[in-house]
């Protein structure tokens, strides 16, 4: 069965540092998104892309957040200058159509920021 | 804004029972329910995926019903096993095409 993967599955961070997080959707899907959960607390959207561009974001995804669609098959976030409150677990997640066939969710990369 | 509360919140059962989970959600506008499983640490898998206009979903020992008009769903587990522990999650879709997550219910079963 396709999966989303998602690399890597654990980073540490220093605080103020820049990491990427990379995810590799299911190949015809078309909707793509990150969540995150940090410990102990519900799932959170974070952003929605689609064609190319950002479709929806929370107020959680401020200006330290990006994403980008470099290639063909890779769907990445950036997070620019890492805040200890940013340490969560970060799924990305993809669709062919949501309202049909629900939600791929990834296994997740455990950020830690110290 | 929709939200999705998750009840109970943790639960314990003995090997072989017949349990059910709880999820309500405020906004009836949706386009549909999705139940996943997180074990610790780990991603979310995908259990059941029930449409608007369906009642109930079935997969193996598992049953989801939803009625959207009182906001509500079930996730009924059959028979229970000690590999079934894991928290489950209910998540809603709506028109902005993304998913609103639950609280979850920890669920152990025991030998």
């Known amino acids: 069965e396709p999966e989303v993967t998602q690399t890597p599955s654990h980073q540490v961070t220093q605080m103020g540092q820049e990491v990427i997080l990379r995810c590799v959707p299911i190949s015809n899907h078309l909707y793509f998104y990150w969540y995150r959960q940090i410990l102990g607390q519900k799932v959170e959207f974070l952003v929605s892309?689609?064609?190319?561009?950002?479709?929806?974001k929370s107020e959680i995804f401020d200006d330290q957040f990006s994403v980008e669609r470099p290639d063909g098959s890779n769907f990445t976030l950036k997070i620019r200058s890492t805040k200890l409150e940013d340490s969560a677990m970060y799924f990305c997640a993809s669709t062919q159509l949501a309202a049909l066939y629900g939600y791929t969710f990834g296994s997740g990369t455990r950020l830690t920021v110290v | 804004k929709q939200e999705v509360t998750q009840i109970p919140a943790a639960l314990s059962v003995p090997e072989g029972e017949n349990l059910v989970l709880n999820c309500s959600f405020t906004?009836?506008?949706?386009?549909?329910l999705q139940w996943f499983r997180q074990d610790p640490g780990k991603g979310l898998t995908s259990l059941l995926l029930?449409?608007?206009?369906?009642r109930e979903q079935t997969s193996g020992r598992l049953n989801a019903s939803l009625d959207k008009s009182s906001g509500r769903s079930t996730l009924y587990i059959a028979a229970s096993q000690p590999g079934d522990s894991a928290t489950y999650l209910c998540?809603?879709?709506?028109?902005?095409?993304?998913?609103?997550f639950g609280t979850g219910t920890r669920l152990q079963v025991t030998l």
């Open positions: 029930i449409q608007s206009s369906q």
């Open positions: 998540a809603v879709s709506g028109t902005a095409s993304k998913l609103t």
């Open positions: 906004d009836s506008a949706i386009y549909n």
């Open positions: 892309f689609y064609n190319n561009e950002i479709s929806e």
